[in-house]
Nanobody
Framework: QVQLVESGGGLVQAGGSLRLSCAASGLTFNSYNMAWFRQAPGKEREFVAG????????SYGDSVKGRFTISRDNAKRTVYLQMNSLKPEDTALYYC????????????????WGQGTQVTVSS
């Protein structure tokens, strides 16, 4: 059974930093593309960042480029999201997701999801 468990969310002031973690089990982690999405109340789920399984290449949503960094540790079966220079508009529930084969920024193409971790940025 695949499980993705996010942690590291919380309340932070604008300009601050947080690091999210997503621990994976029940899958061959180093064969999976990993991604972070977020969803704010009343909004659609939004792609934040993704990292490929074979070369570690990364991609980011336009709203977080230059501020967020995704990374993975295959030995620990964990993917991270370092979030710097946080803004109130970054407030959302952040989800970790996993998929095989081709990389995608579309949430509908990810079969495995975590339960989410809340990030709240105060102004």
């Amino acid at each position: 059974q695949v499980q993705l468990v996010e942690s590291g969310g919380g309340l932070v002031q604008a300009g601050g930093s947080l690091r999210l973690s997503c621990a994976a089990s029940g899958l061959t982690f180093n064969s999976y593309n990993m991604a972070w999405f977020r969803q704010a109340p009343g909004k659609e789920r939004e792609f934040v960042a993704g990292i490929n399984y074979w070369d570690g290449s990364t991609s980011y949503g336009d709203s977080v480029k230059g501020r967020f960094t995704i990374s993975r540790d295959n030995a620990k079966r964990t993917v991270y999201l370092q979030m710097n220079s946080l803004k109130p508009e970054d407030t959302a529930l952040y989800y970790c997701a996993a998929k095989l084969r081709f990389y995608s920024g579309l949430p509908g193409e990810y079969p495995y999801w975590g339960q989410g971790t809340q990030v709240t940025v105060s102004s």
